[in-house]
């Protein structure tokens, strides 16, 4: 029963990131933005929301167990970022490996990606120097948190500084289907859009609730703690979103949509969620949130490696899918 439950939500969470995505292509469009600006920050904090949710709603109103609570906090926030810069990536590879080859070229906009890459490195860097800063020292610890929502803010004025250059250029946002609601005979505009995306998110909100009622249920019955399941079984679902959305815009050749939208909600969960655990959570170094914030900065230090010698290539990605492996391997054992 409890199967069918976390299933039904991921379903939900699918069919809203169809119709997010669809939305989110036509409002970027109608503001005459670049790919950039709709990937990085557009999708990236839309379909971040369940990510987003699912902590904050285990840490204020979750189950009656406030351990509980934490640890569905802390996994969902140290998941988001580990899930996205490793598995996600390497699926978003195999999307196209048939069609360009393992050693085919990934051509995103390089500025748009070190961008997002920097702020995140250096954000989740400090969210790792806070896993060993004591409870003794809140005004350290919230230094910190400070420090990388100020990193976010910065990052977003220099991302929509750097959109209107991008549009000349030829990378504004190109809309390829017609609006869903469109389709039901309504006029494609600003209204219109925001209802789409309104309906979206709301899909997604409810499916990250029911994922906490879910864990809560099946941690005890498979012999794991929360936190582990939440690192590995939240993300699966609340990730989805930008999974399905950067492979739906690689699979059209729109490169630099498909990682600004993962990038871009790095960036983001890298940032503000941390930031949250950092002042809200027992932030502590524990095998399997350690083992979670190295991994995930080695794979986005070999992505933005690998950008930065000029070719990028399909097979790279797959090193960030053997990192998500090698994760398990240790959180497992």
Request: proline fraction near 4%; glycine fraction near 8%.
């Amino acid at each position: 029963m409890i199967a069918l439950e976390l299933f039904f939500f991921l379903i939900v969470i699918l069919i809203a990131a169809e119709i997010f995505v669809n939305a989110l292509e036509h409002l970027g469009e109608k503001l005459g933005i670049s790919e950039g600006v709709t990937g990085s920050i557009f999708a990236a904090v839309g379909t971040a929301m369940p990510e987003t949710i699912v902590p904050l709603l285990a840490i204020f109103a979750g189950t009656q167990n406030q351990r509980l609570n934490e640890e569905i906090g802390v996994g969902a926030i140290l998941g988001a970022p580990l899930m996205l810069s490793t598995l996600s990536l390497c699926l978003m590879a195999l999307a196209v490996w048939k069609k360009r080859g393992a050693q085919g070229h990934l051509t995103p906009e390089k500025t748009g990606l070190k961008r997002d890459l920097d702020f995140f490195l250096a954000s989740f860097t400090i969210a790792a120097v806070a896993l060993f800063v004591p409870h003794e020292s809140p005004a350290m610890r919230a230094m910190l948190a400070v420090v990388m929502v100020l990193i976010y803010f910065f990052y977003v004025m220099l991302t929509l500084k750097a959109s209107a250059a991008l549009v000349k250029d030829g990378h504004a946002t190109e809309a390829d289907d017609p609006m869903f609601l469109a389709r039901l005979g309504l006029p494609t505009n600003m209204g219109t859009i925001l209802l789409q995306l309104g309906v979206a998110l709301a899909m997604l909100v409810l499916g990250a609730k029911g994922f906490i009622h879910g864990i809560e249920q099946a941690a005890p019955l498979l012999g794991i703690s929360a936190l582990v399941l939440s690192l590995m079984i939240v993300p699966v679902a609340t990730e989805l979103p930008e999974k399905v959305n950067s492979i739906l815009w690689i699979r059209k050749h729109k490169d630099t949509l498909a990682f600004g939208n993962i990038t871009g909600a790095m960036v983001f969960q890298g940032t503000l969620l941390p930031a949250i655990g950092v002042l809200l959570t027992p932030w502590a170094p524990q095998k399997e949130v350690l083992a979670g914030v190295v991994i995930t900065l080695i794979a986005a230090s070999w992505l933005r490696f690998m950008m930065m010698r000029g070719q990028l290539r399909v097979w790279h990605l797959a090193i960030n899918g053997g990192l998500y492996a090698t994760y398990l391997g240790i959180a497992l054992t």
